[in-house]
Structure formats: C-alpha cells, structure tokens
C-alpha cells in the first residue's frame, strides 16, 4: 500500500509499484476471446462505504467475511481498532435477492499491539488468513530501503468478537525490489505454513521471484519460487483441498513502471472485449501449491468487465464464495466498492 502519503489519504494509485512478466505454459493456442464477468455490487452501510476505509485484506472466518482496513483504528473514536464483518447467509440473501438497502454488517474489536505506533513508517496491514483460532497479516513499512514488511500473528477470541495480535513475535518480510509502496500484499495458509507473496513479480523487474514460507509459529522455511506474473498481485484466496487457489491480478496505467511489452497470458488465453480496447488490466488467476512448489494453473484468466468511464478498481482483497464465483474489495480508488464476480468458466 501506499509509502510517502498520509494515512488519511492514501493508495496505490498516487504512487506507482514494479511490474513483472508472466510465467504461464508454454504449449501455444489460438487466442481467443474470452467472456467478462460483471461486477455486481453488494451496497455497504455508512461509514464502511467510504473511501477512506482503505479495505486492504479479505477472509473468512468460518462463516463470517472478515474485511480489513489498511488502518483499523480509523474506526474507533477513542483510538481503538476494530474491523468490519458480514456473516455468509446474509450475502447468499442478498445476492439472492433484488434488495436495494446496505447488507447488515459487524465489527470485531482489533488490538493490534501497538505495532502502528511502534514500527517505523507504518502504512498499515495488507493482508489477512485464518487457522483455527489464530490470524496472520502482512504490514508496510516504508522503515526500509525504502520498503519493509512484516508478518505478525494473533488470537482470535470469537466469544468477545476480538483480535489481538501479538507485536512480541514480528517477522520481517524483505521486499523483493527497491520499489516505493511494494510489498508482501497476499497471503495464503496451506498444510500448516504460511506463504507471503510479494505484489511486482516478473522477469522484467523481478527475476527471481518467490514467496516467503513460514510455519505456524512464524519460523522461517526455506523459500520457494512464485510464477511470474505481470502487473500485481493484490491478494490471494484461501487455498482449497487440492492446492488451487486463486490471486487478483491488477493494472492501473498510472503504473507506467509496471506496463509491460509483452503479457504471456493475455496471448496464450486472450482477452475479454473491454479490455482488448484498454491498458487497465482486472482479472483473477488460478494458481496450484503442490509439494510445496507454486505455479500457474493450465487455465484461462477470470477477466472482470472493465468499467465505461476509464476508471481503475484498486481490488485489494478477494476470496473464493463456494463455487458461485469470488468477492472483492476495492481499497479507496475509484470508491470503496464490494463485489460478487460470478465465476463463468
């Protein structure tokens, strides 16, 4: 997330991140066109519609959507923290249904530890997973050269519907490039280790890229590569009984840095209408964890129609919803936006 702004008024979209090449099979097919999936928004009440949220992570826990500000303690008016939820029925109701009024939401008191006040260039949490009673997030720093990242876990109380992270056992994640506002924005739990990806991937600006591996305890574990992929990857979801997972990958075209020459994806599957007729890349990505390797799935992009008036949406937070599709979350450009992307492959 953003480095040199204010926690007021911040977003990847002020300050450009690196960009990448992708890695993808490499048998050859005709490209076709694939469909575009619409954005169907699920409305939010006030205040958690308003930009300056920043949502920054997405996950379930159990049943319960967690999404995460970049800066929690927005929310509370004597400087605590807190962060938003929506329980599972209710969104299956509403997209159910033709209901114009905002999905009921809940908060989950956030103590983060001090670790907002107490780590050097602090610009907030990026992303956020669950295991049983514990949570794990990634953080930004621009306390680096220029960049650092962090990965912290927590304690899950759901009988007081609160967080509490524990600031004592804070692991730093060390970027990957020398690039302002990049760092660790996804994260994925899989056969007890953690595995943290770094957003700018790719042969152009990062050759050797891989994720961090840690177990459950945060001790670090010999690291393994990730696929190069153009653009950025935003987030990831949660990782499924076989290894698949899936990753938001994003483009905004004020990224000059990140545009790249040539998108091995978008030639191997091709590309959806809209975004055949524009720079901006949305789209998802399936990807496999297997013997603890990573590596791109053999399969066509989720292209999400692009918007008419040339805006790009920031999605910073994505998980999978049963086999209907995916939500995500925008942080706060265009607008706080949450929505359900039906999955049409």
Known sequence: ???????????????????????????????????????????????????RMEFSGMAWLGDKLVLLPQYPRRLGEDGSGFIVTIQKEDILAYLGGESMEPIETGLIAFDD????????????????AFLGEKVFLTIETSGGSPMMGYLVSGVVDEERQSIR????????????????????????????????????????????????????????????????????????TEAQADGSFWVMNYFYPGDAHLKAEVDPIAQRFGEG????????????????????????????????????????????GLVRLDELGFLAVTDSFPETILGFIPDLR
């Open 1 to 51: 997330m953003p480095g040199d702004v204010s926690p007021e008024l911040s977003s990847k979209e002020d300050a450009p991140t690196a960009a990448a090449e992708t890695t993808v099979p490499t048998e050859t097919a005709a490209a076709e066109k694939p469909a575009e999936a619409d954005v169907r928004v699920i409305k939010l009440p006030a205040p958690y519609d308003d930009a």
């Open 113 to 128: 530890g001090g670790l907002s006040e107490s780590l050097e260039g602090f610009e907030g949490f990026e992303a956020l």
């Open 165 to 236: 992270l524990e600031a004592e056992g804070i692991v730093p994640l060390v970027p990957q490039t020398d690039f302002r506002n990049a760092s660790d924005e996804a994260l994925v739990v899989a056969n007890e280790q953690l595995f943290t990806f770094f957003e700018d991937n790719g042969s152009a600006v990062n050759p050797n890229s891989y994720a961090h591996v840690f177990d459950t305890a945060l001790s670090p574990q010999p690291q393994t590569d990730f696929p190069a992929i153009e653009y950025r990857v935003t987030d990831a």
């Open 273 to 316: 209408l809209s975004h055949r007729r524009s720079d901006r890349v949305e789209r998802i990505l399936r990807l496999q964890l297997e013997n603890g390797q990573i590596r791109m799935a053999d399969e066509a992009p989720l292209y999400l129609s692009l918007t008419p008036d040339g805006s790009s949406r920031n999605w910073e």
